[in-house]
């Protein structure tokens, strides 16, 4: 690259910084500026606090579906100017009703002046500004790389922070000034809204998208809504952003209360311009947000700045007609909503991210729309408790002095509900634990577009000791998860003994270790399905029954289904795991096929190490039962036995030792141990063993996993890998660790 071409480079990412900050700012002050209907509509166009806060609520609710339908616009958006550009013109009729909310005309009846704010605000609001969010982060993502984003967000909230301090600052002196005059408000609105068309505009013009290759995206695939709702909901990271924009939302609403509280304590509005002039230099502290959320990372950058809009709102109670004071408190309570305002839209590109992974398609609309719903449902219920909490007071805007009672609510909504949603925000902050796991979710990702493995890969808890584990005397769970991930294993499938632990336990120990579950080896009664449901899994495999013929392959057939009948509600599929015995011959077909012939909801979870051993090749079979296959055991084999003699009947009397497993949680320790002892006896004495299980992709192995691969990528789904073995060449450890290494470098 010469110099030249270097230096106009960088002229062009300083210009991009600073159009994409002129647009972001038009947005903010927007809201800032309507933020103040309330105040408006009660104090000179004769509404009442209660009538104005349903108003908003009820626009809020029909904000939330055109959400919905933005995200999904945006997201089949593919014009010439881009996906999100477009949508930029929206900021010129954003302006113009937002004027008109504040332009009620003279004469309306109370019926009347309704209709018309709740038309002008809705055009506003549900239409224009609805687009306007929906595409910010879109936006912010396709224009720069990802390698600046940081810092492109650093400056748009400087330059959104200087101009929602000069709006703060102004408006106060301009209601001081305009209030009571005839057409005051829109006076005042089109003060603002002149330049915020103009910021708006400009960044259309002057600032372009760049290519998917510059900003090292996938191009998007073709999606219908229900996929791209499905794929939101597989996004427990958005919700958790969604409810932070909430909290700012109904915070930034309630901001209202500002204008009552100089009013009606020290006797003039414009008096609040001082905390807002004095805070600009609280606000400068923006430049250090890169350096702090590096160090602390955003998680716990945000849950500080919640912190702060918490303690600095409740600390104004103790000196509420001492300005220096409540500059203060304000700072730092201001300082501590732009942090976590600075962060959101970071927060809403790793759950992009994270939906590129986990969905394997890239969704970026309806994660933006959901937030968006967020932001609209905060501010109504903002305002709805604004104007709730004043007519509860018994606020009337129409005398000039105020109730006790009334002066006791502005009080409360100035300094104390503030301080109650800090701490909401804290504990909703709490819940979002992506940012940390996000290298290797992008390392995946491009391992992925490399043409890497797309897989997860599980293990089974059973490894960790066998029938030991099974019978609940092996290692405990949270030393099983935490050997997992030292492996880096990504999920688990658990053992009915697994759940004698509390589930609350067992979702705080996921968390921490990274862990997902993806199933149980279970019989699938309704109280393990619930459980599975609990925990997030997928699916409740049933790991063995007693059938020896046909007939008794159709009895068990007729029993699964039964069993996903009952499952279906919780979202929980249910399978049948196979050993070797299963692929003895009956009436032509193996017991296994008669079972999947004559189930129309069972999958299967398929062995393919004792598949194998009883002489059933399984790619073949994945194929012949293609969607059927909802999981694979990963446990290598370098011998074939056969399906052996003919397997035990489900109805003959005998004493079954497997029977012990369904009730193992009612047994005492030392009938467990007696039970193990038994078992191994059994075993030691010719049953059949998995010994047989080499190094993975060893010279000896009979299996071609890339083929079986290869046979379930043909699949309408993804079936999930579960490593089980149950025989070591080596020390346990060493044998795990590189069956998974193995799996993640061969299986592409």
């Keep these: 690259m010469t110099r030249e071409k270097a230096i106009k480079e960088k002229k062009e990412k300083i210009k991009g910084k600073w159009l994409f900050s002129f647009g972001t700012a038009s947005g903010v002050v927007s809201f800032i500026v309507l933020s103040n209907l309330t105040f408006a509509l009660t104090e000179d166009f004769g509404m009442t606090a209660k009538v104005v806060g349903m108003i908003i609520l009820i626009s809020r609710i029909f904000d939330g579906i055109t959400d919905v339908v933005a995200g999904f616009t945006v997201d089949k958006t593919k014009t010439r100017w881009g996906k999100a550009r477009p949508y930029e013109i929206m900021y010129i009729p954003l302006w113009i009703f937002v004027v008109l909310c504040f332009s009620v005309p003279n004469g309306l009846g109370e019926v009347g002046k309704i209709i018309w704010v709740f038309v002008t605000y809705n055009v506003s609001q549900s239409i224009c500004y609805t687009m306007i969010t929906c595409i910010e982060s879109v936006r912010l993502r396709r224009s720069f790389k990802e390698s600046v984003v940081v810092r492109v967000v650093t400056v748009s909230t400087t330059v959104m922070t200087i101009a929602s301090a000069i709006a703060g600052i102004s408006i106060p002196v301009l209601i001081s000034i305009f209030e009571g005059v005839p057409y005051g408000w829109t006076i005042i609105t089109s003060i603002f809204a002149i330049p915020g068309m103009i910021g708006g505009i400009l960044r259309f013009f002057l600032l372009k998208e760049i290519g998917e290759e510059e900003t090292h995206e996938t191009p998007s695939e073709k999606m219908s809504l229900k996929q791209s709702v499905k794929a939101l909901f597989q996004n427990p990271y958005a919700f958790s952003v969604a409810g932070i924009s909430l909290i700012l939302a109904m915070n930034n609403s309630i901001g209202a209360a500002n204008t009552y509280y100089f009013k009606y304590f020290f006797g003039d509005v414009a008096v609040a311009t001082i905390p807002s002039l004095f805070t600009i230099f609280a606000m400068l502290l923006i430049v250090f947000l890169p350096k702090v959320s590096g160090k602390l990372g955003t998680q716990k950058t945000m849950i500080i700045g919640f912190a702060m809009l918490s303690i600095g709102t409740f600390l104004k109670y103790l000196m509420p007609l001492n300005l220096v004071w409540l500059v203060i408190c304000s700072s730092i309570s201001i300082i501590g909503v732009i942090y976590v305002n600075s962060l959101r839209p970071i927060t809403l590109i790793e759950c992009m991210t994270y939906g590129e992974w986990k969905s394997k398609t890239k969704f ?74 996000l290298p290797q979710i992008k390392k995946e990702i491009e391992e992925r577009k490399q043409g890497g493995i797309s897989m997860k890969i599980g293990i089974g808890t059973y490894t960790f000791g066998g029938i030991a584990t099974y019978l609940g005397l092996g290692p405990s769970l949270l030393e099983k998860f935490k050997t997992s991930e030292s492996l880096g294993f990504d999920s688990v499938e658990l053992l009915p003994t697994d759940l004698m632990n509390d589930i609350g336990d067992i979702k705080k120990w996921l968390g921490e270790t990274g862990l997902e579950v993806t199933s149980i080896h279970a019989e699938p009664t309704e109280d393990i399905i619930k459980a599975m449901a609990a925990l997030g899994g997928k699916a409740v495999i049933w790991p063995g029954t007693p059938f020896c013929s046909k007939a008794e392959a159709i009895e068990v057939a007729r029993q699964l289904d039964a069993m996903a009948e009952m499952a279906e509600p919780y979202g929980i599929k249910v399978g049948y795991h196979n050993h070797h015995w299963e692929f003895y011959f009956d009436e032509g077909k193996s017991l296994l096929e008669h079972l999947l012939d004559n189930s129309s909801k069972c999958f299967v979870q398929l062995d393919c190490g004792w598949a194998m051993y009883g002489g059933i090749y399984p790619p073949s079979f994945i194929r012949k039962y293609k969607n059927r296959i909802l999981s694979v055991h990963v446990k290598e084999n370098n011998k074939v036995i056969g399906p052996g003699g003919v397997p035990a009947s489900r109805n003959a009397e005998q004493d079954n030792q497997w029977a012990h497993f369904t009730k193992v949680a009612e047994l005492p320790i030392e009938e467990r141990q007696k039970i193990l002892e038994d078992i191994s006896k059994m075993q030691g004495e010719g049953g059949p063993d998995m010994d047989v299980q080499c190094k993975m992709g060893a010279q000896e192995s009979n299996l071609d996993w890339k083929e079986i691969k290869k046979a379930l990528d043909e699949q309408n789904f993804d079936a999930f890998w579960v490593v089980e073995r149950e025989g070591f060449y080596d020390e346990q450890n060493k044998c795990l660790l590189d069956d998974r290494t193995w799996l993640k470098e061969n299986i592409k």
């Design 364 to 437: 970026e609309g309806i994660y933006a729309s959901l937030n968006g719903m967020a932001d609209k449902v905060g501010l109504g219920l903002g305002s709805m408790l604004l104007g709730f909490i004043l007519d509860w007071g018994g606020y009337n805007g129409s005398i000039a002095m105020q109730s006790d009672s009334a002066i006791d609510a502005i009080q409360f909504l100035y300094s104390g509900l503030g301080s109650i949603l800090g701490a909401l925000g804290v504990l909703i902050t709490l819940t979002y634990t992506l940012s940390k796991k």
